[in-house]
């Protein structure tokens, strides 16, 4: 069984996330050309929801569990980030990566915001055939508030963890964690208690870059280093070469 | 709790079998009010593919498993049927039924053919939050065979099972399960055993009126009757008056 790469694109990254759903084809398709000339890697892909679902979480505050109110908002988030999904496909079809989108939304159950149920043999029997499932941050049902929200990045934590990961990357729209306006090349638990790095200043319902953190930092007390870096360097981080973003990993002793 | 009802519509109920993904609107909008009229109902709701999805299935031989170079058949299979599901829950929420659809591919793992993991907590949540989950047959990952088809029946027997339906529906074409021309009224693995009613005519890669059958005698057997009757009387199943067509139920002691 090859090493699987779990990857994931910032919703920043593809969609412009002061619109409604705008999704960024352009990078989309230049995404996928990197991609489809490392066909060889055994990989997971996961996306954010950036314009494309956020708007819709909010509008209905789905985050905040369901009330009568605002049952439509479970369809409404899901079938915008579904669009954009399977924007995502088919950028990566065209380039004859064999993708195919899984929406969590069918299989997770969570509680209280955190994943409690999410199979994860089938995508990996995916990937053994050379398939590219690709995953987004979704609703989801939530057994205590009704629904929730799980984030991209929960999800990457998650497939990591069970996929027995030992590459884990994020692609984002900043060349890494900025610190005044300089990437910090490695955090660990010691390093982030000093980071002050921000909100994110768009619509995002899952924490921005301190939720990101904070995920990632779980992942490297399960043993998984985690990468940040400009989208741009998705090829250099495939490769194993120098992406000069920032690693998030073990405390050292 | 309220009882949940699990309602299956047969894929030539929705599509012309002959054609290749002829979606029968009309149809799809008559089933939608009737369900749209009993909207206290907690239902789940299971189609086949008909002519969305057989016919990929069939021509990439998805069902036999992976080999090399049937591997795109299992996005294309589930394309076209994902297509399908989409046009379903799009007649649903036109007449203001909160359908969202399920995709079997996201979340099943099978086994030689046979589901092995199918999680339905999240889906019994949807149900008492007054969604109405629709599921449809798939393409799914298997463990020995890469790949293999499950059946909209075989999902209405898992999910009777796990939901701990007592009113499990199957809307055909037909009137019943027929034997010369007439509707036999109950069938039970005696009765199944003198049976002779043939395969389906078109393109149906999970086994006919013999498979449903089967599917449906195991679910007897677990002590859950079915009913099979015409598309025209899904309110009469649903009120619980008669439908004129068969039950499928345990052999009397």
Same mark, same amino acid.
């Given at each position: 069984m090859t090493e699987t790469v779990v990857l994931k694109l910032g919703g920043s990254v593809i969609t412009d996330? $002061?619109?409604?759903?705008?999704?960024d084809h352009a990078r989309l398709h230049e995404v996928a050309e990197e991609l489809a000339a490392h066909r060889e890697t055994a990989l997971v892909l996961v996306h954010g929801a950036g314009s494309c679902g956020h708007p819709e979480a909010r509008r209905y505050h789905i985050n905040d569990g369901l009330t009568g109110e605002n049952i439509p908002g479970v369809y409404e988030t899901h079938a915008a980030v579904s669009s954009l999904n399977t924007a995502v496909v088919d950028a990566l079809r065209d380039t004859g990566v064999e993708a195919i989108g899984i929406h969590p939304l069918d299989l997770a159950l969570a509680e209280d915001g955190r994943l409690v149920s999410f199979e994860t043999r089938h995508i990996a029997e995916m990937t053994e055939h050379g398939i590219v499932p690709v995953l987004h941050g979704d609703v989801v049902m939530d057994r205590l508030r009704g629904s929730c929200i799980v984030s991209g990045d929960q999800l990457v934590t998650r497939l990591a963890v069970a996929l027995a990961s030992r590459r884990v990357g994020l692609a984002t729209? &900043?060349? +890494? &964690?900025?610190?005044n306006g300089l990437v910090v090349p490695r955090i660990d638990r010691s390093v982030a208690a000093t980071?002050? &790095? =921000? +909100? $994110?200043?768009? %619509?995002?319902? %899952? =924490? +921005?870059m301190q939720g990101k953190i904070a995920e990632l930092l779980a992942l490297a007390d399960a043993g998984i280093d985690s990468h940040i870096f400009h989208v741009s360097k998705i090829g250099r981080f495939l490769d194993g070469t120098g992406h000069g973003g920032t690693i998030i990993g073990r405390s050292m002793p």
């Open positions: 996330k $002061s619109g409604e759903c705008a999704i729209d &900043v060349p +890494g &964690v900025l610190q980071l002050d &790095v =921000g +909100g $994110s200043g768009n %619509t995002d319902v %899952t =924490g +921005g």
